[in-house]
């Protein structure tokens, strides 16, 4: 068998155990969304207010609107955490016992990344669906299919984006020994280049050279903008050729840097 | 009364007493991790800078919104910097542990002691590093007072640090009756989140928001009365009506929060024994 059939069937049989195992904790994830999806509904009624009281904003009230509904589903969909446990599971040795079976370590944490976001979808969905019905009247709904399929590839290429980055700042635990540092660098720069807390939209306009082609408007922003409007069908297809290049650059520097650390590796606790 | 104070009065002085020892404890604790006090500073000052990062945005696209200047923004944002370092500092580190206390019986050993099992479980553990983000809070107020030209009389000041007070014990009160739904649900772990995310409403001023929030902001999830109204009683356009509302609530909020923490008590059946 193929080495990518095998690590898919074993991702698909780990998400299925990781799926019962998790869902003991329903309580929790439905109070985990809720906490996802206040700063959205905070930032969102800020901004309409500044809107009805004479802000000059760049975008419309349906473009502010449509975008921190969908931010609280998007920021959910794309996200990792598992950067400070993999980095924990190399530093403490645990990716030694990995190391003599016929799957990657990572198999585990894609299939923890999969599952919980599987039960996540459970409580977020109808939170989102009771904001966008209270918002009903300026929200901005594609018409076609089209836009709704290349919104699902770009929130997939979003969270392989994410992922991949994770894996990266994680594997510098091979030379490091704390990157929990680094792992609270990337949550805070990623929180404001993403467009989790603004929408990228609204950052003046000397910083939109960068701000508009730096990788992380890629983990979020993008699949948002594609749906709340404004992007023309030239900057559609720019926009998710550079999101698949970013995945494609970061999966190989990932590939390079964890083959690396896996030969650096010198098996604490062995 | 129990046998160890004569009056009530003598409880609450002890009671103090232990707390005084509780904060030395703690500074001496501190100075045994100086990379722990620095990496919270550094963490806090980031956090306040891209906390303001909206505000100043929204505030490059018009001059002021419903009556609030940018500076008057600036100096509420001090105000919720100081608030929430002070929640970081003397209420989160115990709050965060209730779920241990309860799955773990750690509760049994904190009954057994003449202490109040409330106050011990609310107020044991402080985290001195996070004073700095109330020293940082401290700064940014004053430049938001500076830069918004506000001139105070003393008066007004009572009204401020009156009212700030009452909104940190309605909001630990808050944040007590969510951790404390642990005695029925076993594990609250996520219940912080929820009110670490509902306090970032407390960045803005009520007037940002509409008006159902409001009453949901001043009366549900108190937050108005530790950033908003002082604020306003700085810049003289409050009267002592909020103030006393201010007392009251808080009172109230501490009875019904002593409540729920007997009821709790009551269906608790220890973890380890």
Same mark, same amino acid.
């Given at each position: 068998?193929?080495?990518?059939?095998?690590?898919?069937? $074993?991702?698909?049989?780990?998400?299925?155990?990781?799926?019962?195992?998790?869902?003991?904790?329903?309580?929790?994830?439905?109070?985990?969304?809720?906490?996802?999806?206040?700063?959205?509904?905070?930032?969102?009624?800020?901004?309409?207010?500044?809107?009805?009281?004479?802000?000059?904003?760049? $975008?419309?009230?349906?473009?502010?609107?449509?975008?921190?509904?969908?931010?609280?589903?998007?920021?959910?969909?794309?996200?990792?955490?598992?950067?400070?446990?993999?980095?924990?599971?190399?530093?403490?040795?645990?990716?030694?016992?990995?190391?003599?079976?016929?799957?990657?370590?990572?198999?585990?944490?894609?299939?923890?990344?999969?599952?919980?976001?599987?039960?996540?979808?459970?409580?977020?969905?109808?939170?989102?669906?009771?904001?966008?019905?209270?918002?009903?009247?300026?929200?901005?709904?594609?018409?076609?299919?089209?836009?709704?399929?290349?919104?699902?590839?770009?929130?997939?290429?979003?969270?392989?984006?994410?992922?991949?980055?994770?894996?990266?700042?994680?594997?510098?635990?091979?030379?490091?020994?704390?990157?929990?540092?680094? $792992?609270?660098?990337?949550?805070?720069?990623?929180? $404001?280049?993403?467009?989790?807390?603004?929408?990228?939209?609204?950052?003046?306009?000397?910083?939109?050279?960068?701000?508009?082609?730096?990788?992380?408007?890629?983990?979020?922003?993008?699949?948002?903008?594609?749906?709340?409007?404004?992007?023309?069908?030239?900057?559609?297809?720019?926009?998710?050729?550079?999101?698949?290049?970013?995945?494609?650059?970061?999966?190989?520097?990932?590939?390079?840097?964890?083959?690396?650390?896996?030969?650096?590796?010198?098996?604490?606790?062995? | 009364?129990?046998?160890?104070?004569?009056?009530?009065?003598?409880?609450?002085?002890?009671?103090?007493?232990?707390?005084?020892?509780?904060?030395?404890?703690?500074?001496?604790?501190?100075?045994?991790?100086?990379?722990?006090?620095?990496?919270?500073?550094?963490?806090?000052?980031?956090?306040?800078?891209?906390?303001?990062?909206?505000?100043?945005?929204?505030?490059?696209?018009?001059?002021?919104?419903?009556?609030?200047?940018?500076?008057?923004?600036?100096? @509420?944002?001090?105000?919720?910097?100081?608030?929430?370092?002070?929640?970081?500092?003397?209420?989160?580190?115990?709050?965060?542990?209730?779920?241990?206390?309860?799955?773990?019986?750690?509760?049994?050993?904190?009954?057994?002691?003449?202490?109040?099992?409330?106050?011990? @479980?609310? @107020?044991?553990?402080?985290?001195?590093?996070?004073?700095?983000?109330?020293?940082?809070?401290?700064?940014?107020?004053?430049?938001?007072?500076?830069?918004?030209?506000?001139?105070?009389?003393?008066?007004?000041?009572?009204?401020?640090?009156?009212?700030?007070?009452?909104?940190?014990?309605?909001?630990?009160?808050?944040?007590?009756?969510?951790?404390? @739904?642990?005695?029925?649900?076993?594990?609250?772990?996520?219940?912080?989140?929820?009110?670490?995310?509902?306090?970032?409403?407390?960045?803005?001023?009520?007037?940002?928001?509409?008006?159902?929030?409001?009453?949901?902001?001043?009366?549900?999830?108190?937050?108005?009365?530790?950033?908003?109204?002082?604020?306003?009683?700085?810049?003289?356009?409050?009267?002592?009506?909020?103030?006393?509302?201010?007392?009251?609530?808080?009172?109230?909020?501490?009875?019904?929060?002593?409540?729920?923490?007997?009821?709790?008590?009551?269906?608790?059946?220890?973890?380890?024994?």
């Amino acid at each position: 068998m193929s080495t990518l059939a095998r690590n898919l069937r $074993v991702v698909r049989r780990m998400t299925a155990a990781d799926i019962a195992q998790q869902s003991v904790y329903r309580g929790a994830w439905i109070i985990f969304m809720l906490a996802n999806i206040t700063m959205p509904i905070i930032s969102l009624l800020i901004w309409r207010t500044a809107l009805a009281s004479g802000a000059q904003l760049p $975008v419309d009230e349906r473009y502010i609107t449509t975008y921190f509904v969908l931010l609280g589903f998007v920021t959910m969909a794309t996200s990792s955490w598992m950067a400070g446990f993999l980095a924990q599971d190399i530093r403490l040795g645990k990716l030694s016992s990995w190391m003599v079976r016929p799957a990657s370590l990572l198999t585990g944490f894609v299939a923890n990344n999969l599952s919980e976001k599987f039960l996540k979808l459970f409580a977020l969905v109808p939170m989102i669906g009771i904001v966008w019905w209270i918002f009903r009247d300026s929200m901005n709904i594609p018409a076609g299919p089209g836009r709704w399929a290349l919104f699902a590839i770009s929130l997939l290429l979003g969270a392989m984006l994410v992922f991949t980055i994770d894996i990266l700042i994680a594997s510098l635990a091979f030379w490091m020994d704390d990157v929990s540092a680094l $792992v609270q660098a990337r949550v805070i720069v990623a929180s $404001v280049l993403s467009g989790a807390v603004v929408p990228l939209a609204l950052m003046p306009s000397w910083s939109k050279g960068f701000v508009d082609h730096q990788p992380f408007r890629y983990t979020v922003s993008f699949p948002v903008e594609i749906v709340a409007g404004q992007l023309t069908g030239h900057e559609l297809l720019v926009g998710l050729g550079i999101q698949l290049g970013y995945v494609v650059v970061f999966a190989a520097i990932a590939r390079l840097v964890w083959s690396a650390g896996i030969r650096a590796y010198s098996a604490v606790g062995a | 009364m129990s046998t160890l104070d004569r009056t009530w009065w003598h409880k609450q002085w002890r009671h103090l007493r232990l707390w005084r020892r509780f904060f030395a404890q703690a500074v001496v604790r501190e100075t045994h991790f100086r990379a722990h006090f620095l990496t919270t500073l550094l963490v806090g000052l980031v956090q306040l800078g891209l906390g303001i990062v909206p505000t100043l945005l929204l505030f490059g696209f018009t001059s002021e919104v419903h009556g609030w200047s940018r500076a008057e923004v600036i100096a @509420l944002v001090g105000v919720f910097q100081i608030v929430t370092g002070l929640l970081a500092t003397f209420v989160a580190p115990n709050l965060n542990r209730m779920t241990t206390y309860l799955t773990e019986g750690e509760l049994d050993g904190v009954l057994l002691r003449p202490v109040s099992s409330q106050f011990y @479980l609310t @107020l044991r553990w402080i985290n001195v590093a996070e004073l700095t983000n109330v020293a940082s809070g401290i700064v940014v107020l004053v430049i938001g007072l500076v830069q918004a030209d506000i001139a105070f009389g003393a008066g007004q000041v009572v009204q401020a640090v009156v009212l700030v007070t009452c909104g940190l014990v309605l909001l630990t009160a808050v944040w007590s009756a969510m951790s404390f @739904l642990a005695f029925w649900l076993q594990s609250v772990n996520p219940i912080g989140f929820v009110f670490l995310n509902l306090m970032e409403a407390g960045r803005y001023p009520l007037v940002f928001f509409p008006a159902a929030v409001r009453t949901f902001l001043t009366f549900a999830f108190p937050v108005a009365f530790a950033t908003t109204f002082p604020v306003r009683a700085l810049a003289g356009d409050l009267g002592w009506e909020p103030v006393a509302l201010g007392v009251a609530l808080a009172i109230v909020a501490q009875g019904l929060v002593r409540l729920v923490w007997r009821r709790g008590l009551l269906t608790y059946s220890s973890a380890s024994s």
